[in-house]
């Protein structure tokens, strides 16, 4: 059994990937999910958690973290995600409660308590989890190792060479490349490979009640993704939880990553390909998925939560 906090920004793909992992009860025990600031302001992605959680009558502690990046102002990806951060579907789970409003404390209680080491999931920009290791540096032995979606070896998609969750807070990433804790990269290396099509999107169309949520999620987004180029969606935050529940359908190649801080170059992460870097690797950077695979997750998660969740969606709705 794996134990996990998910600090996430929802975000369309942020909760395609919590609901993959709630799917994932025999293998993931999430201990909590922390809020950050990025693809919308702290209130909204934090409503969007709400909403997620509540609609699967999930009993998982949230707790809300950083409005914005370390040293500079937040940037948003309404562009993406919309005016709420998650548009799509109509929610009404406001009534979700908040377990704290201090993410950073939250997670190192949560961690400190628990009987063996913690994964964490970063799948929004650092923040927190950097704030983690800076002020909680002894926590960082009982991490076994930090999955993030961020980043990307030989592409950006926020600027020529920086990825959104990096670009958004580099100094946190900074931080959290070169804590000494292992990480397993989904850059957008093999995040961009990791899609689903518009057949696929549309079998999930009235196919069960969670199904349909993760429809209606993926039809703006879809449709958003247009304007970038994409005809299929890649589904980045997933990768970061794929990897956890099925490995097998990843490959990769452990590197010595960092991250530039300045100049045109902000938020881009290099991996040291020199001899000289050998022995120095902090990074296992996915760079191949088996698409059909991933997708057959997500879509089983969502059928195994529709099983689970049989109320009628017009009740709901
Ligand atoms: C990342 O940026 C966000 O918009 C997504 O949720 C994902 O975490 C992809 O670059
Ligand atoms: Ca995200």
Redesign the pocket.
């Known amino acids: 059994m794996k134990h996990i906090i998910i600090d996430?920004?929802?975000?369309?793909?942020?909760a395609l990937a919590i609901l993959t992992a709630i799917a994932h009860a025999e293998k993931l025990r999430i201990l909590g999910i922390t809020t950050i600031g990025?693809?919308q302001t702290l209130e909204k992605v934090t409503t969007n958690a709400k909403n997620i959680l509540e609609f699967v009558q999930a009993e998982i502690p949230l707790a809300t973290g950083q409005k914005g990046p370390l040293t500079k102002e937040l940037r948003i990806?309404p562009e993406?995600?919309g005016d709420s951060g998650m548009d799509g579907p109509y929610f009404n789970g406001e009534h979700y409660p908040i377990a704290s409003d201090n993410a950073v404390l939250f997670m190192y209680e949560k961690i400190r308590a628990c009987t063996q080491k913690v994964i964490l999931v970063g799948?929004?920009p650092l923040t927190n989890i950097a704030l983690l290791i800076k002020v909680f540096p002894e926590i960082r032995n009982k991490i076994e190792y930090i999955s993030i979606?961020?980043g990307?070896l030989e592409r950006g998609?926020?600027t020529a060479l920086a990825?959104?969750?990096i670009y958004?807070d580099p100094e946190a990433a900074e931080i959290v490349f070169n804590s000494d804790i292992p990480i397993v990269m989904s850059g957008?290396d093999v995040?961009e490979q990791a899609e689903i099509t518009v057949a696929e999107i549309n079998g999930l169309k009235n196919k069960g009640r969670v199904s349909h949520l993760a429809y209606e999620l993926l039809h703006f987004y879809n449709l958003s993704g247009r304007q970038f180029g994409f005809i299929n969606s890649?589904i980045?935050?997933l990768c970061a939880i794929a990897f956890l529940i099925d490995p097998r359908m990843f490959s990769g190649t452990s590197y010595h990553v960092d991250v530039i801080t300045e100049g045109k170059a902000r938020g881009l992460t290099y991996a040291d390909k020199r001899l000289a870097a050998v022995g120095k690797q902090n990074t296992f950077v996915l760079e191949q998925v088996n698409r059909k695979e991933f997708v057959h997750l997500l879509t089983d998660a969502l059928a195994y939560l529709d099983a689970l969740s049989p109320i009628d969606r017009e009740n709901k709705h």
């Open positions: 996430c920004d929802p975000g369309h793909d942020d990025g693809n990806a993406a995600h799948l929004g979606m961020g990307g998609n926020t990825e959104f969750n958004v957008l995040t890649p980045h935050d």
